[in-house]
């Protein structure tokens, strides 16, 4: 299940979000949809760096059990914006930027690994029939 908490006017379509996630794991997951200024404060707080990102993870630091997996921040103004770039739509972008939190969630880093991250977001963004745009810029 996912525990969506939309700061936006965004309407999103929970059922192929659920599928995705149902795809990968069967833990909750907590989903935030915020702009530029709510995402760059987190970013500050937990990362400190003081600028607005795409998407953030916290991943849970322990696992018991019938604990979320961890939460996913996306920022709507990036969405909007890499949606226009990229000419798709914004739900396909969202998609996109939910993949890869919740990747970074199940300890997929792409910043560290020999390419497994993004070896997975190409799986996945092929078996939901997504954009490449994420594959392209991420290369």
Known sequence: ?????????FDINTSILEDITSSLTSKDIELLIVNNE??????????N????TDVLSFPLE??????????????LDFVEEKA??????????????FIHGLL????FDHE???GEH?????????????????????S
């Open 62 to 75: 322990f696992e018991m059990p019938n604990m979320p997996l961890g939460s996913i921040v996306i920022s």
């Open 84 to 97: 226009k770039e990229y000419k798709h739509t914004q739900e396909e972008e969202f998609f996109l930027l």
């Open 49 to 52: 760096i003081d600028k607005a």
């Open 38 to 47: 709510e995402i760059q404060e987190l970013n500050k707080q937990h990362r």
């Open 104 to 107: 970074h969630l199940l300890g």
């Open 118 to 138: 993004r070896t997975k977001e190409e799986e996945l963004i092929k078996q939901f029939n997504l954009p490449n745009s994420l594959i392209v810029r991420n």
């Open 1 to 9: 299940m996912i525990d969506i908490e939309n700061n936006t006017s």
């Open 112 to 114: 560290i690994d020999s």
